[in-house]
Protein backbone atom coordinates (compact mmCIF):
# COMPACT_ATOMS: atom_id res chain seq x y z
CA UNK A 1 0.00 0.00 0.00
CA UNK A 2 2.85 2.56 0.85
CA UNK A 3 4.18 1.64 -2.73
CA UNK A 4 0.97 2.45 -4.34
CA UNK A 5 0.70 5.78 -2.41
CA UNK A 6 4.73 6.56 -3.23
CA UNK A 7 3.46 5.82 -7.24
CA UNK A 8 0.52 8.20 -7.03
CA UNK A 9 2.79 10.86 -5.16
CA UNK A 10 5.60 10.70 -8.04
CA UNK A 11 3.21 10.29 -11.16
CA UNK A 12 4.58 13.40 -12.37
CA UNK A 13 8.31 12.16 -11.90
CA UNK A 14 9.04 9.82 -14.41
CA UNK A 15 13.06 9.57 -12.62
CA UNK A 16 11.63 8.46 -9.60
CA UNK A 17 9.23 6.18 -11.02
CA UNK A 18 12.06 4.20 -12.79
CA UNK A 19 14.15 3.98 -9.75
CA UNK A 20 10.84 2.46 -7.83
CA UNK A 21 10.52 -0.17 -10.43
CA UNK A 22 14.10 -0.71 -11.05
CA UNK A 23 14.39 -0.95 -7.21
CA UNK A 24 11.68 -3.65 -6.96
CA UNK A 25 10.65 -4.89 -10.29
CA UNK A 26 7.87 -7.76 -9.25
CA UNK A 27 6.78 -5.16 -6.73
CA UNK A 28 6.07 -2.36 -8.47
CA UNK A 29 4.32 -4.22 -11.07
CA UNK A 30 1.43 -5.33 -8.75
CA UNK A 31 1.77 -2.20 -7.58
CA UNK A 32 1.29 -0.19 -10.83
CA UNK A 33 -1.60 -2.72 -12.03
CA UNK A 34 -3.91 -1.51 -8.68
CA UNK A 35 -3.04 1.75 -8.66
CA UNK A 36 -4.00 1.85 -12.96
CA UNK A 37 -7.25 0.25 -12.19
CA UNK A 38 -7.94 3.00 -9.56
CA UNK A 39 -6.83 5.96 -11.86
CA UNK A 40 -7.72 4.68 -15.67
CA UNK A 41 -7.46 8.03 -16.71
CA UNK A 42 -3.95 8.79 -16.22
CA UNK A 43 -2.00 8.67 -19.56
CA UNK A 44 1.11 8.00 -17.50
CA UNK A 45 0.07 4.95 -15.63
CA UNK A 46 -1.55 3.40 -18.85
CA UNK A 47 2.11 3.81 -20.63
CA UNK A 48 3.33 1.96 -17.16
CA UNK A 49 0.59 -0.18 -17.64
CA UNK A 50 0.95 -1.34 -21.15
CA UNK A 51 5.01 -1.38 -20.95
CA UNK A 52 4.35 -4.44 -18.16
CA UNK A 53 1.95 -6.11 -19.17
CA UNK A 54 1.64 -5.82 -22.52
CA UNK A 55 3.51 -8.93 -23.84
CA UNK A 56 1.35 -11.14 -21.37
CA UNK A 57 -1.82 -9.60 -23.27
CA UNK A 58 -0.08 -9.99 -26.49
CA UNK A 59 1.17 -13.66 -26.07
CA UNK A 60 -2.46 -14.21 -24.48
CA UNK A 61 -4.29 -12.98 -27.72
CA UNK A 62 -1.92 -15.48 -29.66
CA UNK A 63 -2.83 -18.30 -27.61
CA UNK A 64 -6.43 -17.93 -28.32
CA UNK A 65 -5.56 -17.54 -31.84
CA UNK A 66 -4.02 -20.74 -31.99
CA UNK A 67 -6.18 -22.38 -29.68
CA UNK A 68 -9.17 -21.48 -32.29
CA UNK A 69 -7.00 -22.15 -35.57
CA UNK A 70 -6.22 -25.67 -33.97
CA UNK A 71 -9.75 -26.61 -33.66
CA UNK A 72 -10.42 -25.49 -36.84
CA UNK A 73 -7.65 -27.76 -38.24
CA UNK A 74 -9.85 -30.70 -35.92
CA UNK A 75 -12.82 -30.20 -37.67
CA UNK A 76 -11.76 -29.59 -40.88
CA UNK A 77 -9.19 -33.39 -40.50
CA UNK A 78 -12.18 -35.35 -39.14
CA UNK A 79 -14.66 -34.05 -41.80
CA UNK A 80 -12.06 -35.05 -44.52
CA UNK A 81 -11.84 -37.94 -43.04
CA UNK A 82 -15.40 -38.35 -43.16
CA UNK A 83 -15.77 -37.23 -46.91
CA UNK A 84 -12.97 -39.59 -48.22
CA UNK A 85 -14.27 -42.03 -46.73
CA UNK A 86 -17.49 -42.35 -48.10
CA UNK A 87 -16.32 -41.15 -51.41
CA UNK A 88 -14.42 -44.44 -51.32
CA UNK A 89 -17.78 -46.07 -50.80
CA UNK A 90 -19.09 -44.66 -54.21
CA UNK A 91 -15.65 -45.18 -55.70
CA UNK A 92 -15.72 -49.46 -54.34
CA UNK A 93 -19.06 -49.67 -56.23
CA UNK A 94 -17.79 -48.27 -59.42
CA UNK A 95 -20.79 -45.60 -59.14
CA UNK A 96 -18.34 -42.12 -59.50
CA UNK A 97 -14.14 -42.27 -61.05
CA UNK A 98 -11.60 -42.42 -58.39
CA UNK A 99 -10.42 -39.11 -58.99
CA UNK A 100 -13.59 -37.97 -56.67
CA UNK A 101 -11.13 -38.86 -53.58
CA UNK A 102 -9.44 -35.62 -54.48
CA UNK A 103 -12.35 -34.21 -53.26
CA UNK A 104 -12.27 -35.70 -49.52
CA UNK A 105 -9.46 -33.55 -49.17
CA UNK A 106 -8.76 -29.72 -51.19
CA UNK A 107 -11.35 -28.11 -50.53
CA UNK A 108 -10.83 -28.82 -46.62
CA UNK A 109 -7.45 -27.70 -47.38
CA UNK A 110 -8.57 -24.59 -49.11
CA UNK A 111 -11.08 -23.77 -46.03
CA UNK A 112 -7.68 -24.22 -43.61
CA UNK A 113 -6.05 -21.49 -46.28
CA UNK A 114 -8.95 -19.23 -46.22
CA UNK A 115 -9.61 -18.92 -42.24
CA UNK A 116 -6.31 -18.46 -41.85
CA UNK A 117 -5.65 -15.73 -44.65
CA UNK A 118 -9.36 -14.20 -45.16
CA UNK A 119 -9.00 -13.13 -48.09
CA UNK A 120 -11.63 -10.92 -50.31
CA UNK A 121 -15.14 -12.25 -50.38
CA UNK A 122 -14.62 -12.30 -54.62
CA UNK A 123 -11.79 -14.77 -54.03
CA UNK A 124 -13.73 -16.84 -52.01
CA UNK A 125 -16.97 -16.84 -54.06
CA UNK A 126 -14.48 -17.83 -57.16
CA UNK A 127 -12.90 -20.73 -55.19
CA UNK A 128 -16.47 -22.20 -54.14
CA UNK A 129 -17.60 -21.78 -57.99
CA UNK A 130 -14.47 -23.71 -58.94
CA UNK A 131 -14.87 -26.60 -56.68
CA UNK A 132 -18.12 -27.21 -57.09
CA UNK A 133 -18.20 -26.67 -61.31
CA UNK A 134 -14.96 -28.84 -61.45
CA UNK A 135 -16.67 -31.74 -59.23
CA UNK A 136 -20.01 -31.48 -61.07
CA UNK A 137 -18.61 -31.72 -64.42
CA UNK A 138 -16.08 -34.43 -63.98
CA UNK A 139 -19.10 -36.59 -62.52
CA UNK A 140 -20.68 -35.79 -65.75
CA UNK A 141 -18.09 -37.45 -68.03
CA UNK A 142 -18.94 -41.28 -68.68
CA UNK A 143 -17.00 -43.78 -66.54
CA UNK A 144 -15.55 -45.72 -70.03
CA UNK A 145 -12.57 -44.40 -69.67
CA UNK A 146 -11.44 -43.08 -73.18
CA UNK A 147 -8.22 -41.15 -73.67
CA UNK A 148 -9.52 -37.93 -73.38
CA UNK A 149 -11.40 -38.40 -70.15
CA UNK A 150 -7.96 -40.30 -68.70
CA UNK A 151 -6.18 -37.22 -69.69
CA UNK A 152 -8.60 -34.72 -68.17
CA UNK A 153 -8.47 -37.31 -64.53
CA UNK A 154 -4.51 -36.85 -65.14
CA UNK A 155 -4.76 -32.70 -65.47
CA UNK A 156 -7.18 -32.50 -62.71
CA UNK A 157 -4.65 -32.59 -59.99
CA UNK A 158 -2.77 -29.86 -61.49
CA UNK A 159 -5.70 -27.80 -61.89
CA UNK A 160 -6.30 -28.52 -58.22
CA UNK A 161 -3.23 -27.44 -57.17
CA UNK A 162 -3.74 -24.17 -58.53
CA UNK A 163 -6.94 -23.54 -57.07
CA UNK A 164 -5.61 -24.49 -53.27
CA UNK A 165 -2.70 -21.91 -54.44
CA UNK A 166 -5.33 -19.30 -54.98
CA UNK A 167 -6.51 -20.12 -51.55
CA UNK A 168 -3.04 -20.17 -49.80
CA UNK A 169 -2.21 -16.51 -51.38
CA UNK A 170 -5.15 -15.39 -50.92
CA UNK A 171 -5.53 -11.37 -52.08
CA UNK A 172 -2.23 -11.63 -52.84
CA UNK A 173 -2.39 -13.89 -55.55
CA UNK A 174 -0.43 -11.94 -58.18
CA UNK A 175 2.48 -11.22 -55.94
CA UNK A 176 5.57 -13.34 -56.92
CA UNK A 177 6.90 -13.48 -53.56
CA UNK A 178 3.40 -14.89 -52.31
CA UNK A 179 3.65 -17.48 -55.34
CA UNK A 180 6.95 -18.36 -54.10
CA UNK A 181 6.08 -18.71 -50.44
CA UNK A 182 3.42 -21.20 -51.79
CA UNK A 183 5.94 -23.51 -53.74
CA UNK A 184 8.38 -23.76 -50.89
CA UNK A 185 5.27 -24.61 -48.71
CA UNK A 186 4.20 -27.78 -50.94
CA UNK A 187 8.48 -28.83 -50.68
CA UNK A 188 8.27 -28.53 -46.95
CA UNK A 189 4.50 -30.12 -46.93
CA UNK A 190 5.58 -32.76 -49.22
CA UNK A 191 8.63 -33.72 -46.92
CA UNK A 192 6.47 -33.74 -43.62
CA UNK A 193 3.26 -35.69 -44.84
CA UNK A 194 5.61 -38.25 -45.80
CA UNK A 195 7.39 -38.25 -42.74
CA UNK A 196 4.34 -38.54 -41.02
CA UNK A 197 2.39 -41.44 -43.62
CA UNK A 198 5.67 -43.92 -43.25
CA UNK A 199 4.79 -43.67 -39.24
CA UNK A 200 1.25 -44.16 -39.87
CA UNK A 201 2.57 -47.63 -42.02
CA UNK A 202 4.51 -49.07 -39.71
CA UNK A 203 1.70 -48.39 -36.92
CA UNK A 204 -0.85 -49.80 -39.62
CA UNK A 205 1.54 -53.08 -40.17
CA UNK A 206 2.25 -53.31 -36.49
CA UNK A 207 -1.34 -53.68 -35.99
CA UNK A 208 -2.70 -55.79 -38.68
CA UNK A 209 0.05 -58.06 -37.41
CA UNK A 210 -1.15 -58.01 -33.68
CA UNK A 211 -4.69 -59.32 -34.92
CA UNK A 212 -2.72 -61.87 -36.91
CA UNK A 213 -1.72 -63.53 -33.93
CA UNK A 214 -4.87 -64.10 -32.87
CA UNK A 215 -6.69 -65.13 -35.91
CA UNK A 216 -8.46 -62.12 -37.03
CA UNK A 217 -7.63 -60.00 -40.73
CA UNK A 218 -8.81 -57.17 -40.63
CA UNK A 219 -6.77 -55.64 -43.80
CA UNK A 220 -9.55 -54.64 -45.59
CA UNK A 221 -11.62 -52.96 -42.52
CA UNK A 222 -8.58 -50.91 -41.19
CA UNK A 223 -7.34 -49.90 -44.37
CA UNK A 224 -10.99 -48.90 -45.48
CA UNK A 225 -12.02 -47.10 -42.17
CA UNK A 226 -8.91 -46.39 -40.58
CA UNK A 227 -6.16 -46.07 -42.95
CA UNK A 228 -8.28 -44.03 -45.69
CA UNK A 229 -9.52 -41.84 -42.61
CA UNK A 230 -6.33 -41.56 -41.39
CA UNK A 231 -4.70 -40.47 -44.24
CA UNK A 232 -7.00 -37.59 -45.43
CA UNK A 233 -6.95 -36.52 -42.00
CA UNK A 234 -3.30 -36.21 -42.09
CA UNK A 235 -3.38 -34.06 -45.05
CA UNK A 236 -4.91 -31.19 -43.33
CA UNK A 237 -2.93 -31.80 -39.74
CA UNK A 238 0.63 -31.30 -42.28
CA UNK A 239 -1.20 -28.27 -43.88
CA UNK A 240 -1.63 -26.91 -40.18
CA UNK A 241 1.77 -28.09 -38.86
CA UNK A 242 4.21 -26.59 -42.22
CA UNK A 243 1.61 -23.29 -41.54
CA UNK A 244 2.77 -23.08 -38.22
CA UNK A 245 6.54 -22.49 -39.07
CA UNK A 246 7.32 -26.01 -38.26
CA UNK A 247 11.23 -26.05 -37.95
CA UNK A 248 12.09 -29.34 -39.31
CA UNK A 249 10.72 -28.91 -43.33
CA UNK A 250 11.70 -25.32 -43.45
CA UNK A 251 15.55 -26.52 -42.04
CA UNK A 252 15.91 -29.45 -44.08
CA UNK A 253 15.09 -28.78 -47.71
CA UNK A 254 17.63 -26.31 -48.14
CA UNK A 255 20.05 -29.28 -47.65
CA UNK A 256 17.69 -31.80 -49.91
CA UNK A 257 17.78 -29.43 -52.63
CA UNK A 258 21.98 -28.84 -52.43
CA UNK A 259 22.16 -32.56 -52.23
CA UNK A 260 19.78 -33.63 -55.21
CA UNK A 261 20.84 -31.22 -57.30
CA UNK A 262 24.44 -32.39 -58.29
CA UNK A 263 23.44 -36.10 -57.98
CA UNK A 264 20.59 -35.68 -60.50
CA UNK A 265 23.02 -33.56 -62.81
CA UNK A 266 25.44 -36.45 -62.93
CA UNK A 267 22.89 -39.53 -62.43
CA UNK A 268 21.33 -37.17 -66.02
CA UNK A 269 24.44 -36.82 -68.04
CA UNK A 270 25.60 -40.48 -67.32
CA UNK A 271 21.91 -41.43 -68.40
CA UNK A 272 22.11 -39.20 -72.32
CA UNK A 273 25.52 -41.09 -72.59
CA UNK A 274 24.04 -44.57 -72.00
CA UNK A 275 21.69 -43.07 -74.26
CA UNK A 276 23.52 -41.97 -77.60
CA UNK A 277 25.87 -45.12 -76.89
CA UNK A 278 22.65 -47.45 -77.32
CA UNK A 279 21.72 -45.64 -79.91
CA UNK A 280 18.13 -45.13 -78.45
CA UNK A 281 15.41 -43.51 -80.54
CA UNK A 282 12.47 -41.65 -79.09
CA UNK A 283 11.19 -40.82 -82.82
CA UNK A 284 10.53 -44.04 -83.35
CA UNK A 285 10.55 -45.99 -79.63
CA UNK A 286 7.12 -45.08 -78.23
CA UNK A 287 7.51 -46.19 -74.29
CA UNK A 288 11.21 -44.25 -74.73
CA UNK A 289 9.46 -40.69 -75.58
CA UNK A 290 7.05 -41.50 -72.42
CA UNK A 291 9.90 -41.94 -70.59
CA UNK A 292 11.80 -39.38 -71.72
CA UNK A 293 9.01 -36.87 -70.78
CA UNK A 294 8.81 -38.53 -67.37
CA UNK A 295 12.71 -37.48 -67.06
CA UNK A 296 12.37 -34.24 -68.19
CA UNK A 297 8.96 -33.24 -65.82
CA UNK A 298 11.64 -34.56 -62.95
CA UNK A 299 14.57 -32.24 -64.11
CA UNK A 300 12.02 -29.61 -64.29
CA UNK A 301 11.08 -30.22 -60.54
CA UNK A 302 14.29 -30.53 -59.20
CA UNK A 303 15.01 -27.56 -60.42
CA UNK A 304 12.24 -25.85 -59.46
CA UNK A 305 12.90 -27.12 -56.38
CA UNK A 306 16.80 -25.89 -55.86
CA UNK A 307 15.93 -22.51 -57.56
CA UNK A 308 12.96 -21.96 -54.99
CA UNK A 309 15.09 -22.60 -52.10
CA UNK A 310 17.71 -20.06 -52.84
CA UNK A 311 17.84 -16.84 -50.90
CA UNK A 312 16.33 -14.26 -53.04
CA UNK A 313 19.52 -11.77 -51.45
CA UNK A 314 22.30 -14.25 -51.81
CA UNK A 315 25.41 -13.89 -54.14
CA UNK A 316 26.16 -16.97 -56.84
CA UNK A 317 27.96 -19.81 -55.93
CA UNK A 318 28.70 -23.65 -57.52
CA UNK A 319 24.95 -24.46 -56.42
CA UNK A 320 24.02 -21.79 -59.22
CA UNK A 321 26.21 -23.34 -62.01
CA UNK A 322 24.50 -26.60 -61.18
CA UNK A 323 21.44 -25.66 -61.67
CA UNK A 324 21.84 -23.81 -65.25
CA UNK A 325 23.53 -27.05 -66.16
CA UNK A 326 20.45 -28.63 -65.33
CA UNK A 327 18.17 -26.33 -66.97
CA UNK A 328 20.76 -26.45 -70.08
CA UNK A 329 20.15 -30.46 -69.92
CA UNK A 330 16.66 -30.07 -69.27
CA UNK A 331 16.25 -27.60 -72.55
CA UNK A 332 17.91 -30.67 -74.22
CA UNK A 333 15.54 -33.06 -73.80
CA UNK A 334 12.81 -31.24 -74.07
CA UNK A 335 13.93 -30.38 -77.63
CA UNK A 336 14.22 -33.46 -78.56
CA UNK A 337 11.38 -35.05 -76.80
CA UNK A 338 9.37 -31.69 -78.83
CA UNK A 339 10.79 -32.95 -81.87
CA UNK A 340 10.17 -36.59 -81.78
CA UNK A 341 5.96 -35.56 -80.54
CA UNK A 342 5.87 -33.10 -83.40
CA UNK A 343 7.11 -36.27 -85.68
CA UNK A 344 5.04 -39.20 -84.36
CA UNK A 345 1.64 -36.40 -85.06
CA UNK A 346 2.70 -35.37 -88.52
CA UNK A 347 3.41 -39.88 -89.03
CA UNK A 348 0.33 -41.25 -87.13
CA UNK A 349 -1.98 -38.26 -86.54
CA UNK A 350 -3.77 -36.43 -84.10
CA UNK A 351 -4.85 -38.29 -81.19
CA UNK A 352 -5.76 -36.72 -77.60
CA UNK A 353 -2.60 -37.92 -75.62
CA UNK A 354 -0.47 -36.94 -78.41
CA UNK A 355 -1.90 -33.30 -78.58
CA UNK A 356 -1.29 -33.77 -74.60
CA UNK A 357 2.02 -34.53 -74.48
CA UNK A 358 2.70 -31.68 -77.26
CA UNK A 359 1.16 -28.98 -75.67
CA UNK A 360 3.29 -29.78 -71.95
CA UNK A 361 6.24 -30.09 -73.48
CA UNK A 362 5.51 -26.42 -75.29
CA UNK A 363 4.59 -25.46 -72.35
CA UNK A 364 7.55 -26.66 -70.26
CA UNK A 365 10.14 -25.60 -73.50
CA UNK A 366 8.87 -21.77 -73.31
CA UNK A 367 9.61 -22.17 -69.48
CA UNK A 368 13.01 -23.36 -69.65
CA UNK A 369 13.84 -20.71 -72.20
CA UNK A 370 12.75 -18.21 -69.66
CA UNK A 371 14.34 -19.75 -66.57
CA UNK A 372 17.43 -20.21 -68.39
CA UNK A 373 17.90 -16.71 -69.70
CA UNK A 374 16.92 -15.26 -66.22
CA UNK A 375 19.98 -17.53 -64.93
CA UNK A 376 22.30 -16.48 -67.91
CA UNK A 377 21.76 -12.49 -66.88
CA UNK A 378 21.78 -13.29 -62.87
CA UNK A 379 25.35 -15.50 -63.71
CA UNK A 380 26.37 -12.74 -65.93
CA UNK A 381 25.53 -10.00 -62.60
CA UNK A 382 22.87 -8.28 -64.85
CA UNK A 383 20.32 -9.20 -62.40
CA UNK A 384 19.56 -10.44 -59.18
CA UNK A 385 17.98 -14.25 -57.98
CA UNK A 386 14.71 -12.67 -57.65
CA UNK A 387 14.54 -12.55 -61.62
CA UNK A 388 15.00 -15.92 -61.72
CA UNK A 389 12.25 -16.91 -58.70
CA UNK A 390 10.33 -14.27 -61.01
CA UNK A 391 10.22 -16.64 -64.24
CA UNK A 392 8.66 -19.67 -62.08
CA UNK A 393 6.06 -18.13 -60.56
CA UNK A 394 4.93 -16.10 -63.05
CA UNK A 395 4.43 -19.11 -65.12
CA UNK A 396 2.30 -20.87 -62.89
CA UNK A 397 -0.71 -19.95 -63.97
CA UNK A 398 0.07 -20.96 -67.64
CA UNK A 399 0.41 -24.37 -66.65
CA UNK A 400 -3.07 -24.13 -64.32
CA UNK A 401 -4.97 -22.64 -67.84
CA UNK A 402 -3.27 -25.54 -69.40
CA UNK A 403 -4.49 -28.11 -67.14
CA UNK A 404 -7.99 -26.42 -66.94
CA UNK A 405 -8.43 -26.78 -71.23
CA UNK A 406 -7.05 -30.60 -70.63
CA UNK A 407 -9.68 -31.18 -67.89
CA UNK A 408 -12.67 -29.77 -69.33
CA UNK A 409 -12.78 -29.13 -72.52
CA UNK A 410 -10.82 -32.22 -74.23
CA UNK A 411 -13.10 -34.65 -72.95
CA UNK A 412 -15.87 -32.36 -75.33
CA UNK A 413 -13.63 -31.75 -78.31
CA UNK A 414 -12.53 -35.73 -78.50
CA UNK A 415 -15.98 -36.80 -77.39
Known amino acids: MELNNSIIENIANPHELERMYRKDPETFKKSILQVWEQNPDSQVLGVWYERLYFKEKANTERSSLLQKKFIFMGILSILAGICTRIIFHFVEQEVIAPINLAFGITPFIAAYFVYKNTPKKSVIYSLVALFLFSGVYLNMLPLNYKDSIILAYLHFPIFLWILLGLAFTGNEYSKGS ?11 YGILYASMAVSGM ?20 YFSNVVLFGAAALAIVAAYLVSMNLKLAKNITPYIAKIFSPLVLVTLLVYLIAVIWLEKNPFLDRNFLIAFNGILLGVLAVTIFSITESDSDKKKN ?3 YINFSLIVLALIINSVALSAIVFRLSSYGITPNRLAVLGVNILIWAN ?16 GPS ?12 YGLWAAFVTFLFPLIFN
Open 178 to 188: TRLAYIKFNLE
Open 202 to 221: ILAALTMQLFSFIGLDIGDF
Open 318 to 320: ISD
Open 368 to 383: LIWIMISYMRFLKNKS
Open 387 to 398: TIQDSITKYLPV
